[in-house]
């Protein structure tokens, strides 16, 4: 078992910043990839960006390249979401999410994540 921690959500104006934190524990995750994903109100459950524990590649929806970096820490196991320049529409609940490398090498779906978080809400007002 994997448990992920988020934290970090809250209210911001447009063009502000959050980063949002996920606190990793449990068994050895490795060999895992992290990713943070996002939900809003009727909507599908969307990638938001990806990392790989080990080499710490990164891969960023095209909505938020630029504006959102994603890290992890290694001594502290957690995995972090700068978001910059927020907009209104990044309005949503963000959850963290893993999984390992094995199965389908769509790292985008979230359908193919094992664990997830409780999520965070985020709220960016115009």
């Known amino acids: 078992q994997v448990q992920l921690v988020e934290s970090g959500g809250g209210l911001v104006q447009t063009g502000g910043s959050l980063r949002l934190s996920c606190a990793v524990s449990?068994?050895?995750?490795?060999?895992?990839?992290l990713g943070w994903f996002r939900q809003a109100p009727g909507k599908e459950r969307n990638v938001v960006a990806t990392?790989?524990?080990?080499?710490?590649?990164?891969s960023y929806a095209d909505s938020v390249r630029g504006r959102f970096t994603i890290s992890r820490d290694g001594a502290k196991n957690t995995v972090y979401l700068q978001m910059n320049s927020l907009k209104p529409e990044d309005s949503a609940i963000y959850y963290c999410?893993?999984?390992?490398?094995?199965?389908?090498?769509?790292?985008?779906?979230?359908?193919?994540?094992?664990?997830w978080g409780q999520g965070t809400q985020v709220t960016v007002s115009s």
């Open positions: 449990g068994r050895t995750f490795t060999y895992y990839i």
């Open positions: 999410a893993a999984r390992d490398y094995s199965g389908s090498r769509d790292y985008n779906d979230p359908t193919t994540y094992d664990y």
């Open positions: 990392i790989s524990w080990i080499g710490g590649s990164t």
